[in-house]
């Protein structure tokens, strides 16, 4: 998927220009791909009527990320643990999962159409 490549390049780019180590840029690029495609796949259901946002913000000490679709939102509280004997082998679900370990804070709005992912640098 074409999108995916566009994200790691500005990704790539933003980590370049501020001089982000190789180890932090490559937990921000796997924490925001997963959020842009779940945004994609589980948000907008592959409508392609419906947009996918990315926002970044660059200081010293963080680069946070925003990401928004345009669906239905979900109980990010309700997300199933993938680590959990029923659950370790499926094939899908971990995303989640993934983000709250690889970014230092994630923050959930608007029922779940928001992500917001914070990483201390």
């Known amino acids: 998927m074409h999108y995916l490549k566009r994200v790691e390049n500005l990704i790539s780019n933003l980590?370049?220009?501020y001089q982000i180590s190789p180890e932090a840029s490559?937990?921000?690029s796997l924490a925001v791909l997963e959020a842009v495609?779940?945004?994609i796949l589980h948000g907008n259901k592959l409508d392609?009527?419906?947009n996918v946002t990315i926002h970044f913000r660059v200081s010293k000490r963080c680069i946070s990320c925003v990401i928004k679709d345009e669906?239905?939102?979900f109980d990010f509280l309700?997300?199933?643990d993938p680590t959990l004997p029923e659950n370790i082998e499926k094939t899908h679900g971990r995303g989640v999962f993934l983000m709250n370990h690889l970014a230092d804070s994630?923050?959930?709005s608007a029922e779940g159409r928001h992500v917001k992912?914070?990483?201390n640098l």
């Open 48 to 50: 392609h009527k419906k």
């Open 71 to 73: 669906g239905d939102g």
């Open 106 to 108: 994630v923050h959930y």
């Open 37 to 39: 495609n779940n945004a």
């Open 117 to 119: 992912m914070v990483f």
């Open 15 to 17: 980590s370049s220009h």
């Open 78 to 80: 309700c997300v199933p």
């Open 26 to 28: 490559e937990k921000i």
